[in-house]
């Protein structure tokens, strides 16, 4: 997942990390703490632009022991948070070309560069 500000090609973005939340700028406003990059669930399979989707607090989606070299990631233009849930939009679905060093534990953040556009 990243912001909707964070989505232009050639954008450097942080889709998964202890500190997703000050990386990633959405237009919708912040985003919880909690929320460290990755949905449990998708209204829509596989994920698609106007879709929502829900997450668990920290690393409790279970995020992948690894990723791809390219990616499709949802980005978001509001994410809110009621209880422990957490849940927001599909405003777009980009590709990122990740980087080395992402790790499924959130101290290891997850990066990248935008390089396509999905759908908007």
């Excluded at 232009?8 to 237009?27: D, R």
């Excluded at 929320?35 to 995020?63: I, L, M, V, Y």
Aim: a neutral charge.
């Amino acid at each position: 997942m990243i912001g909707d500000l964070n989505s232009a090609i050639g954008t450097h973005v942080t889709f998964w990390g202890a500190q997703w939340g000050t990386l990633n700028s959405l237009s919708g406003g912040s985003a919880s703490s909690s929320f460290k990059g990755f949905a449990n669930s998708t209204s829509t399979q596989p994920p698609s632009c106007g879709g929502t989707w829900t997450s668990d607090p920290g690393n409790s989606t279970g995020p992948p022991d690894s990723v791809p070299e390219y990616m499709a990631v949802i980005v978001s233009s509001s994410i809110t948070k009621s209880g422990s849930a957490i849940s927001g939009n599909n405003r777009k679905m980009v590709v990122v070309k990740t980087e080395a060093g992402y790790d499924s534990n959130p101290g290891h953040a997850g990066t990248g560069t935008v390089v396509a556009v999905i759908c908007q």
